[in-house]
C-alpha cells in the first residue's frame, strides 16, 4: 500500500494504517531527535509526543502527500522546545546532568563520535539542514517548509555545511 493511501486510511481512523505508518517513521525521526538533542531517550520520548500529535491531528491535514514534511515540522519544533527548556534549567542545576553519554546498549564506534563532533561544530540552522536531508531524507523544499526558508537557501546552506563536516572529518 502507498504511503498516501496509508495516510488517508490513518485520517479516517484505521489504527492500523497509522500504526503501519509509525512503524515507517519511527526510526527515521528518534535518528534525527536523537542527533538533534543529544539523548536517545528523550529522542524516544520526543518522537512518541509528535506522533501522538499526528495521531490527533491526522484528519486536519489537507494533502496526504504533505506528511512527511509535517511530520518533521511537528518534530523540529518539538526538540526546539525541548533545547530551550533544557538550557533554562541548566542554568539552576548542575551541568553534569546534562552531558551527552550514549546508552550502554547503543554501539558507538569512533565514525559516530567524530560525525557528532563534527554536527557540534556547526551552528543550529546548519545542524537543523544537514539532519533534515541527510538523516530525514527531506528534499530541499520540504526543508525550506519546516525551516521558513527558500529551498535555494537550503540548498546553498547543505552545500556549505557538508563541505564544513567533511573538512572536519579529514
Excluded at 1 to 18: C, I, P, Q, Y
Excluded at 78 to 83: E, I, K, N, P, W
Excluded at 156 to 164: E, M
Amino acid at each position: 500500500m502507498k504511503e498516501n493511501e496509508l495516510v488517508a486510511r490513518a485520517a479516517n481512523g484505521d489504527l492500523d494504517a497509522f500504526c503501519t505508518l509509525y512503524d515507517m517513521y519511527k526510526q527515521k525521526l528518534v535518528n534525527f531527535a536523537y542527533f538533534r538533542i543529544g539523548n536517545l531517550e528523550d529522542a524516544e520520548d520526543l518522537v512518541q509526543d509528535c506522533m501522538l500529535k499526528v495521531f490527533q491531528n491526522l484528519p486536519a491535514l489537507q494533502k496526504a502527500e504533505a506528511f512527511t514534511s509535517w511530520v518533521y515540522k511537528i518534530l523540529y519544533r518539538d526538540c526546539a522546545t525541548f533545547l530551550k527548556r533544557r538550557a533554562r534549567e541548566q542554568d539552576n542545576e548542575d551541568i553534569e546532568n546534562y552531558t551527552n553519554i550514549l546508552p550502554a546498549d547503543t554501539a558507538a564506534d569512533f565514525e559516530s563520535v567524530e560525525l557528532r563532533q563534527a554536527l557540534e561544530e556547526l551552528g543550529e540552522a546548519e545542524k537543523d539542514i544537514v539532519l533534515l536531508s541527510v538523516v530525514a531524507g527531506l528534499q530541499s523544499k520540504e526543508i525550506a517548509r519546516i525551516t521558513g526558508l527558500t529551498a535555494g537557501n537550503v540548498r546553498q546552506k547543505l552545500h556549505r555545511s557538508l563541505k564544513k563536516m567533511r573538512c572536519i572529518l579529514s
